[in-house]
């Protein structure tokens, strides 16, 4: 369980660094150790409050086809925009395609270098 935390960790932190450095305008931050905090606060949020959230919000993902977990991904790295200093995601949608790039960059690395259980 730990190691699975600190591979999702490792590849956040990859992957918003790759995102905010090179791809999306609108992501801000202060140094690369914000970069790798905002990384730890994001996965003890998505452990903590984004099963409660995907739970709560289940009727709209259902309606949506699976398409409002996106969304619901996208809340998620506002509450570390507003958790951590120095980090900043200007606009929702742009919060919401951050989260679909981390998803596709998270996809991409487990399946190169195998899933981490």
């Not at 949020?45 to 709209?60: E, S």
């Not at 259902?62 to 995601?89: A, C, D, E, Q, R």
Request: glycine share 6%.
């Amino acid at each position: 369980m730990r190691r699975n935390f600190a591979w999702n960790v490792l590849v956040n932190a990859a992957a918003l660094y790759v995102i905010a450095r090179y791809l999306v305008p609108g992501v801000y931050y202060s140094s690369e150790f914000v970069i790798a905090l905002a990384a730890l606060v994001l996965g003890v949020i998505n452990a903590l409050i984004r099963p409660i959230f995907v739970i709560l919000l289940l009727p709209f993902t259902v309606i949506t086809l699976g398409l409002f977990t996106f969304v619901v991904n996208g809340l998620m790295l506002k509450f570390t925009t507003w958790i951590v200093p120095g980090f900043y995601i200007r606009g929702f949608w742009t919060t919401v395609w951050v989260s679909m790039l981390m998803s596709l960059f998270g996809t991409l690395v487990n399946s190169l270098v195998g899933k981490r259980d």
